[in-house]
C-alpha cells in the first residue's frame, strides 16, 4: 500500500523510461513475430508441396503406361500350320463329363498348334532381313499374344486360311525400350534384349508397325506372369469391386443401425459407456489387427477359402464399422432435439420419429460418412496380404468367393516385380486408378453434403 | 440358385402377407372400437409372422444340410472305402456329387458310387422337399395365427417396434463382438505360440532369427522382439518428429493466421494427405524419397540406404501431418477467444499470444493427438514393408535398414498360413504385443482429449 | 431507497472530481465501426481526459462495447470489422499506419467481461505482461511490480501465500481482479473495463468498485457498464450510448438528474432497455 501513495500519479520522467524500455524490445519482438508467421507459412507450404509431390511424381510416372507400344500387322492364319480337327459337338447318350473330356482335349489340340511361327511370318513380312533370325524376332511381341490367336480361332474356326489386321502387345521389354525406360547408353550386357531385336524395335517404330497406342490391356486383362505385357489390372478391379459392395451390404447398415440404437434408445449405463470407449479404440485399431483376426477367424476357425473377396469384405467390413458409426453418431447428434419432440409430441412413437424425421434429415450426413468410410476400406492393403489375398491370380473373379487379389494388393505385388523398368510405371498407372475410384468417391461425399446440408 | 429363388418367394409371401394384414386391418376399423395400431403395423406383424419362422428353418437347413448328407453318404459306403482319409475322400465326395447331379464322370463309376450317388439324390431330394414342406407350413400357419390375433386392441406398432429395437441391439453388439474376437484369437493363438517359445525368450529376446518353418522343428529359431519394436520405435519417433512441428505449425498457421480463402483451400488439400492409401506412401517412398536420400547422403558423403529408418520414418511423417494438423487446428479453436483478448489486451503479439498462452492452454488436447499419431504410427504396415529395409537387427543408425513389428507380421503370414508352426504364429503373438502398445495409447490420448473437451465445454 | 443511495454516491464522485484540471487524453471524431456491410457504429465524437472515470450506459447492443474495443484497436482481431475515424491517444492517431499496436495496448490496457485469467500461476499471469515488454530487468523487479499490482488490486494479502497456484482456481471476483491486477502490471495510462462486474455477485462487483475509485487516482479509466447504479457510483462523467450512436455525454450527475435528451431520460427511468 505504501508504493501506492507513494507515487499516486507515475510522473513523466518515469513513464517516459518505461515507454523506452518498452520500444527497445519492440522490434526484436517483431521480428520474432515474423519469424513465427513464416515458419506457419513454410509447414502450410512444405504439407502442399508434399501433396503436389506425391501427385505430380505418380502422374508423371504412370501416364505414360496408359499407353502402350503395339504392333499393328497382318496375320495370315496359314492353314498349313493350323491343323486341327472340327469341334467337338455332343454325342447321344453321353454324359456332359465325357463331352468336357472331349472338348479339352480339342482345345488342348488347338493350343499346341505352333502359333509362335505364325506370329513370326508376320513380323518378317514387314522384317525380311529377320528371316534367318526367328526366336528373336518372336521377341518384339509379348508371349501371351498367341494366346490371343489361339482364342480368335477357337471362338471363330472360320478364320483359318484367312488374313486379319491385328493389334498385338510388343513384349514389356520393347515397351521399355522404346519409351526410353532403360539407359540406351548401357552395354548390351545389361540390356534386357539383344542388339538386333532392339534396332527392329526402332525400325518398326519409325515406320509405324509399331505404336503407342492407348492400353486397353490395363483394362479388361487380369495379371500375368509369363506374358508380362498384358498384366492387367481387371481381376483385382473386380476383387476391390466385390469387397466395396460387400462393406457397402454389412458395414453400413450395421453402423448406422448400431448409431441409432446408442444415440437414440440405449440407455445411460456401464454397459454403453463401454461400447461408446469400446468403438472409438477400435476406430483407432491398426488395419494389420483386423487382418490377423480374419485370419485367426474366418479363416482357421470358420475354414473360409483363401484369398477371396468374401473373406476380404467381411474383414475390411469391421474394420469400416467403427467409421461409419462415429460418423452416424455425429450426424444424429447435430439434429436439433426440438424435431425429435415436436415429432412425439403429436403422438408419434419412438421408432416412428426415428423412421420418419431423424434419419431422412441425418441421411446425407451418414452416406457422406459411409463414402469416406468405403473410400478408406478398398485403398487398405495390410489385413488383406495376411488373408492370402496377395496370391497370384490370373483370372477375373466371377464370385466373392474365387480366388483373387485388390487393387492396393496388387499395386503391392507390381512394385515388387523384377522388371522394374516396365513395372514401376504399371505400378504408377495402377496407383492412378486407385486414386480415381477413391478420389470420385470422395468428390462423390462431397458433392452430397455441399447439396443436402443443412444448417441448424 | 435353387435358395435364391426360394428366398425370393419367401418375400414375395411377405408382401401378400403384408396386404392381406393391412387389408383385414382395415375391414376391422369397421367397428367401433378404437384401432391402438395403424393398418401398416398390422401388415408388418402379420408378415413377420409368415416370414421369421419359415427363414430362420431355411437357415438352419442350409447351415447343416451338407454335414447331415455327407454322414449320410459315408455311412452308405462300403467297408473298405469308409476308412479312406482326407484327399482321397475328398475325390470321393466329389465324383459321387458329380455323378449325383447328372453332369457324370468321365471314366465308368463304380457301383458303389453309383449307389452313393443314388442315396445322395434321393436324400438331397427328400430333404429339400421337407424344407420347402415345413418352410410353407410354418408361414402359412404363421400367417393364419397372425391374421387371426389382428383385433383393434392389438398393440401390433408395440410388437414391430420390439423386433425393430431387437435388431438394431444386435448390430451395436458387433463391434463389441469384434473387439472380443480380437483378443480371443490374439490370446488363444499367442498362447498356442507361447507352448514352443518361452514368454521371456520372446519379450525380452535380442536376435530376430525364425528359421523357415520346413527346416522342421529341432532348430526353432530365435524369436526375439526387442530388435522389432525397436525398429518400430525408431521410425515412429522419426515420423513424429517431421510430423508434429510442421502438423502443429501448419495448424496454428491455419487457425490463427491464414485468412478464410486461404484455410478453404489449404485445409482439404492438406487432407487429401490423409485419404491417400498408405501402399501408395510406401511406393513414392521407394521410388521418389529412398533414392533422394540415399543420392543426397552421397553427395554429402554419407551412406543412407535408400530403404531405411529413415526413409520410411519420413515419408510416416508426411501421412501423419493432416492427422495432427486437424487434431490440433480443432484444439485450438476451441481454446476461449478471452484468453486471445486477454492476452492481445496486454500488448502481447500474435505469436506471443500463441506461444505462451494459448498454446500451453491447449498442450493437454495436443499431447493427446500427439499420441494417437504415434498409435497410427507404430500400427502403420505398408510404409514399413516397402521403404524400411526389413531387417530385423538391433542397432540405432536411422541411416540403415530395420524391420518392424508389423512388417514382421506381415512376412510371416504371408503365402502358405501353416496354424500349427511357432513361424506363423508367431504373427499372433506380435499381433498380441502391437493390440497391447495401440490400444494403451489410444486410451490415454481419447481420455486426454476428453478431458480438455470438458474443460472448454 | 434506491434514489438515496444514488444521490449520496454522485456527490462524493462530484465533490473528488473538482480538484482537478480536465486534461484531454484520449479523443474520438466521427468514430464509424462496420462489421461487413453494415455500420454498428454512426459517427462517435467523444472526448476522455485524464484520471477520470468515464462510464458507457445504454441499452445492449448499442455498441458501447464496440466502440471500447475501438479504443486500443482490439476489433483488429475481428475479421471483417473495420474502423473509420480518428482517435488520439496524446494527440496521437491510433490507428495510424506506423502506429504498432502493440504498443498502444502495452498503454491502452483492457479487462473483459469475463474474467479471463491464463491457465498458469497466479504470479505467472500477473509477470506476463511485463515480461513481454521487458519492464522489468532482474527477477527482483519482476517481483517488486507482481506485488505492487497485486497490491494495488486488492488481492495480495488473499493470495500471497499461492502465488504458485493457478489463476483459474480463484474465486469470480478474485479472478477480475487478479485481471485487473495484470491489466495495472504493465502500467498502461489507460485500462478500459468491458462490464467488468456483470459476471461477479454482488460482494464481489463491491470490491471492484472500490478498486476502480481507487485506481483513477493514477490512471484513465473508460468502463462500460449495463448497471446504471454502478456508473452513478463509480464514474467522473457519464456517455449515453443508443442504436448505435452516442446520445450524449456529461457530468454523472447530470445525466442521471437532468439529461438533456429525452432517450436518454427514458432508458434512465427505465421505459426500455
Given at each position: 500500500m505504501d508504493i501506492q501513495q507513494a507515487q499516486p500519479n507515475p510522473p513523466a520522467a518515469a513513464s517516459d523510461k518505461r515507454r523506452v524500455r518498452v520500444e527497445k524490445s519492440l522490434q526484436r519482438r517483431h521480428r520474432a513475430e515474423r519469424r513465427f508467421r513464416f515458419i506457419g507459412m513454410s509447414a502450410v507450404v512444405f504439407g502442399l508441396g508434399m501433396v503436389a509431390l506425391l501427385f505430380i511424381s505418380i502422374l508423371a510416372k504412370g501416364l505414360p503406361a496408359f499407353w502402350q507400344a503395339t504392333v499393328v500387322t497382318e496375320v495370315y492364319f496359314d492353314p498349313e500350320i493350323i491343323r486341327v480337327d472340327p469341334r467337338p459337338v455332343a454325342q447321344p447318350g453321353e454324359s456332359p463329363a465325357q463331352l468336357r473330356e472331349r472338348e479339352m482335349a480339342w482345345q488342348t489340340q488347338v493350343t499346341m498348334v505352333n502359333w509362335n511361327r505364325i506370329l513370326e511370318d508376320s513380323l518378317i513380312a514387314h522384317l525380311p532381313e529377320a528371316a534367318s533370325a526367328r526366336p528373336?524376332?518372336?521377341?518384339?511381341?509379348?508371349?501371351?499374344?498367341?494366346?490371343?490367336?489361339?482364342?480368335?480361332?477357337?471362338?471363330?474356326?472360320?478364320?483359318?486360311?484367312?488374313?486379319?489386321?491385328?493389334?498385338?502387345?510388343?513384349?514389356?521389354?520393347?515397351?521399355?525400350?522404346?519409351?526410353?525406360?532403360?539407359?540406351?547408353?548401357?552395354?548390351?550386357?545389361?540390356?534386357?534384349?539383344?542388339?538386333?531385336?532392339?534396332?527392329?524395335?526402332?525400325?518398326?517404330?519409325?515406320?509405324?508397325?509399331?505404336?503407342?497406342?492407348?492400353?486397353?490391356?490395363?483394362?479388361?486383362?487380369?495379371?500375368?506372369?509369363?506374358?508380362?505385357?498384358?498384366?492387367?489390372?481387371?481381376?483385382?478391379?473386380?476383387?476391390?469391386?466385390?469387397?466395396?459392395?460387400?462393406?457397402?451390404?454389412?458395414?453400413?447398415?450395421?453402423?448406422?443401425?448400431?448409431?441409432?440404437?446408442?444415440?437414440?434408445f440405449a440407455p445411460r449405463n456401464r454397459f454403453t459407456d463401454l461400447i461408446e470407449v469400446n468403438i472409438n479404440n477400435l476406430a483407432a485399431v491398426p488395419s494389420i489387427i483386423f487382418g490377423l483376426l480374419g485370419a485367426a477367424v474366418f479363416i482357421n476357425w470358420f475354414g473360409m477359402p483363401l484369398?477371396?473377396?468374401?473373406?476380404?469384405?467381411?474383414?475390411?467390413?469391421?474394420?469400416?464399422?467403427?467409421?461409419?458409426?462415429?460418423?452416424?453418431?455425429?450426424?444424429?447428434?447435430?439434429?436439433p432435439p426440438s424435431i425429435r419432440q415436436a415429432a412425439l409430441g403429436i403422438g408419434a412413437s419412438k421408432v416412428q420419429t426415428i423412421l420418419h424425421h431423424v434419419l431422412p434429415l441425418a441421411l446425407p450426413g451418414i452416406?457422406?460418412?459411409?463414402?469416406?468410410?468405403?473410400?478408406?476400406?478398398?485403398?487398405?492393403?495390410?489385413p488383406l496380404l495376411l488373408i492370402g489375398m496377395s496370391a497370384f491370380v490370373a483370372a477375373i473373379p466371377g464370385t466373392p468367393f474365387d480366388q483373387s487379389t485388390a487393387l492396393p494388393v496388387q499395386i503391392y505385388l507390381w512394385q515388387g516385380n523384377e522388371l522394374r523398368n516396365f513395372f514401376e510405371a504399371r505400378t504408377s498407372a495402377a496407383i492412378i486408378v486407385l486414386l480415381a475410384l477413391m478420389l470420385s468417391l470422395n468428390a462423390f461425399a462431397i458433392w452430397l453434403r455441399k447439396r443436402f446440408e443443412k444448417r441448424w | 440358385m435353387n435358395n435364391w429363388v426360394l428366398v425370393c418367394v419367401l418375400l414375395v409371401a411377405m408382401g401378400f402377407a403384408y396386404q392381406f394384414g393391412t387389408m383385414r386391418s382395415r375391414s376391422l376399423v369397421d367397428g367401433k372400437a378404437r384401432m391402438h395400431s395403424r393398418p401398416v403395423h398390422h401388415g408388418l406383424?402379420?408378415?413377420?409372422?409368415?416370414?421369421?419362422?419359415?427363414?430362420?428353418?431355411?437357415?438352419?437347413?442350409?447351415?447343416?444340410?451338407?454335414?447331415?448328407?455327407?454322414?449320410?453318404?459315408?455311412?452308405?459306403?462300403?467297408?473298405?472305402?469308409?476308412?479312406?482319409?482326407?484327399?482321397?475322400?475328398?475325390?470321393?465326395?466329389?465324383?459321387?456329387?458329380?455323378?449325383?447331379?447328372?453332369?457324370?464322370v468321365s471314366d465308368q463309376p463304380?457301383?458303389?458310387?453309383?449307389?452313393?450317388?443314388?442315396?445322395?439324390?434321393?436324400?438331397?431330394?427328400?430333404?429339400?422337399?421337407?424344407?420347402?414342406?415345413?418352410?410353407?407350413?410354418?408361414?402359412?400357419?404363421?400367417?393364419?395365427?397372425?391374421?387371426?390375433?389382428?383385433?383393434?386392441?392389438l398393440r401390433a406398432r408395440n410388437h414391430v417396434e420390439a423386433v425393430f429395437r431387437v435388431l438394431l441391439v444386435v448390430c451395436s453388439t458387433i463391434a463389441i463382438l469384434t473387439t472380443i474376437g480380437i483378443v480371443l484369437s490374439m490370446v488363444g493363438e499367442a498362447l498356442h505360440f507361447f507352448r514352443f517359445v518361452n514368454p521371456v525368450d520372446f519379450f525380452f529376446g535380442t536376435v530376430w532369427n525364425p528359421r523357415f518353418s520346413t527346416t522342421g522343428a529341432g532348430e526353432l529359431g530365435q524369436f526375439g522382439l526387442l530388435p522389432l519394436l525397436w525398429g518400430t520405435v525408431m521410425v515412429s519417433i522419426i515420423a513424429l518428429l517431421v510430423a508434429v512441428p510442421v502438423g502443429l505449425m501448419t495448424a496454428v498457421f491455419m487457425a490463427e493466421y491464414a485468412p478464410g480463402w486461404v484455410r478453404a483451400l489449404a485445409k482439404p488439400i492438406i487432407e487429401v494427405l490423409a485419404g491417400v492409401p498408405t501402399i501408395v506412401y510406401g511406393f513414392f517412398a521407394l521410388v521418389m524419397v529412398g533414392p533422394f536420400f540415399h543420392s543426397a547422403g552421397l553427395a554429402v558423403g554419407l551412406d543412407i540406404r535408400a530403404t531405411s529408418a529413415l526413409t520410411a520414418g519420413v515419408v510416416m511423417g508426411i501421412m501423419i501431418i493432416p492427422f495432427i494438423s486437424s487434431l490440433s487446428d480443432d484444439i485450438i479453436t476451441q481454446v476461449p477467444k478471452a484468453m486471445r483478448d486477454g492476452s492481445l489486451g496486454l500488448g502481447a503479439t500474435k505469436s506471443e499470444t500463441i506461444r505462451k498462452v494459448v498454446l500451453p492452454a491447449a498442450l493437454p488436447g495436443i499431447v493427446g493427438a500427439v499420441l494417437l499419431a504415434a498409435s497410427r504410427a507404430i500400427g502403420e504396415t505398408m510404409i514399413v514393408v516397402l521403404a524400411a529395409g526389413n531387417s530385423p537387427i538391433l542397432h540405432a543408425n536411422p541411416l540403415e535398414a530395420v524391420s518392424t513389428v508389423t512388417v514382421t507380421i506381415v512376412n510371416q503370414l504371408t503365402g502358405d498360413i501353416d496354424f500349427a508352426s511357432p513361424q506363423s504364429l508367431v504373427a499372433f503373438a506380435l499381433g498380441l504385443t502391437l493390440f497391447a502398445i495401440t490400444l494403451s495409447l489410444n486410451i490415454v490420448a481419447l481420455y486426454i482429449v476428453r478431458k480438455y473437451r470438458e474443460q472448454y465445454e | 431507497m434506491e434514489n438515496d443511495v444514488m444521490r449520496a454516491s454522485l456527490a462524493s464522485a462530484e465533490a473528488a472530481q473538482n480538484n482537478h484540471?480536465?486534461?484531454?487524453?484520449?479523443?474520438?471524431?466521427?468514430?464509424?465501426?462496420?462489421?461487413?456491410?453494415?455500420?454498428?457504429?454512426?459517427?462517435?465524437?467523444?472526448?476522455?481526459?485524464?484520471?477520470?472515470?468515464?462510464?458507457?450506459?445504454?441499452?445492449?447492443?448499442?455498441?458501447?462495447?464496440?466502440?471500447?474495443?475501438?479504443?486500443n484497436r482490439m476489433n483488429d482481431t475481428i475479421d471483417g470489422c473495420r474502423v473509420t475515424g480518428r482517435i488520439e491517444l496524446d494527440g496521437e492517431d491510433i490507428y495510424d499506419r506506423r502506429l504498432d499496436v502493440v504498443l498502444l495496448r502495452a498503454r491502452v490496457g483492457m479487462v473483459f467481461q469475463k474474467p479471463n485469467p491464463f491457465p498458469k500461476s497466479i504470479y505467472e499471469n500477473i509477470a506476463y505482461g511485463p515480461r513481454l515488454h521487458g519492464l522489468a530487468e532482474s527477477r527482483a523487479e519482476l517481483d517488486e511490480i507482481v506485488q505492487r499490482s497485486l497490491t494495488r488490486a486488492g488481492l495480495w494479502d488473499e493470495v500471497k501465500d499461492r502465488l504458485d497456484q493457478p489463476g483459474t482456481g480463484l474465486s469470480g471476483g478474485q479472478q477480475q481482479r487478479l485481471c485487473i491486477a495484470r491489466a495495472i502490471a504493465v502500467s498502461p495510462e489507460v485500462i478500459l473495463m468491458d462490464e467488468p462486474c456483470s459476471a461477479l455477485d454482488p460482494i464481489a462487483t463491491a470490491k471492484v468498485e472500490q478498486l476502480i475509485t481507487e485506481l483513477s487516482e493514477s490512471y484513465t479509466i473508460v468502463i462500460v457498464t449495463h448497471n446504471m447504479q454502478q456508473a452513478a457510483r463509480i464514474s467522473k462523467r457519464t456517455a449515453f450510448f443508443h442504436l448505435g450512436n452516442l446520445v450524449e455525454v456529461d457530468e454523472t450527475t447530470k445525466i442521471f438528474t437532468t439529461p438533456s435528451d429525452s432517450r436518454t431520460e427514458d432508458y434512465i427511468t427505465g421505459r426500455f432497455g
Open positions: 528373336r524376332v518372336r521377341q518384339l511381341v509379348t508371349s501371351g499374344e498367341r494366346f490371343k490367336l489361339r482364342d480368335m480361332v477357337v471362338e471363330n474356326p472360320g478364320l483359318i486360311g484367312q488374313r486379319a489386321q491385328l493389334k498385338l502387345l510388343a513384349d514389356a521389354n520393347v515397351d521399355v525400350w522404346l519409351k526410353g525406360n532403360i539407359d540406351r547408353s548401357l552395354p548390351d550386357a545389361q540390356q534386357q534384349l539383344p542388339p538386333e531385336v532392339r534396332a527392329w524395335a526402332d525400325q518398326l517404330y519409325e515406320r509405324g508397325v509399331i505404336q503407342m497406342r492407348f492400353s486397353t490391356t490395363l483394362f479388361v486383362n487380369p495379371d500375368s506372369r509369363g506374358s508380362l505385357a498384358s498384366a492387367g489390372l481387371a481381376g483385382a478391379f473386380v476383387g476391390s469391386l466385390y469387397m466395396m459392395l460387400i462393406v457397402i451390404l454389412l458395414a453400413v447398415p450395421v453402423g448406422v443401425a448400431s448409431a441409432v440404437y446408442l444415440e437414440e484369398s477371396a473377396p468374401i473373406v476380404g469384405g467381411l474383414v475390411l467390413s469391421l474394420m469400416t464399422l467403427p467409421t461409419v458409426i462415429i460418423a452416424t453418431r455425429s450426424t444424429l447428434k447435430a439434429i452416406l457422406t460418412g459411409a463414402i469416406i468410410g468405403v473410400a478408406q476400406a478398398i485403398g487398405e492393403t495390410a | 406383424l402379420v408378415a413377420l409372422w409368415c416370414g421369421l419362422p419359415a427363414f430362420t428353418v431355411f437357415l438352419l437347413w442350409s447351415l447343416f444340410e451338407p454335414g447331415i448328407l455327407r454322414s449320410a453318404v459315408l455311412n452308405q459306403l462300403p467297408p473298405d472305402m469308409a476308412g479312406l482319409q482326407g484327399h482321397e475322400l475328398e475325390v470321393l465326395m466329389r465324383r459321387v456329387q458329380s455323378i449325383a447331379s447328372g453332369f457324370g463304380a457301383a458303389y458310387e453309383l449307389a452313393a450317388a443314388e442315396r445322395l439324390r434321393s436324400l438331397q431330394g427328400t430333404g429339400r422337399l421337407a424344407m420347402i414342406a415345413s418352410m410353407a407350413v410354418l408361414a402359412v400357419t404363421g400367417l393364419v395365427y397372425a391374421l387371426r390375433r389382428l383385433s383393434p386392441a | 484540471t480536465p486534461e484531454l487524453k484520449m479523443s474520438a471524431r466521427d468514430v464509424r465501426v462496420f462489421y461487413g456491410e453494415s455500420e454498428a457504429l454512426h459517427g462517435v465524437d467523444l472526448d476522455i481526459y485524464a484520471n477520470e472515470v468515464l462510464a458507457f450506459i445504454g441499452p445492449s447492443g448499442c455498441g458501447k462495447s464496440t466502440f471500447l474495443r475501438c479504443l
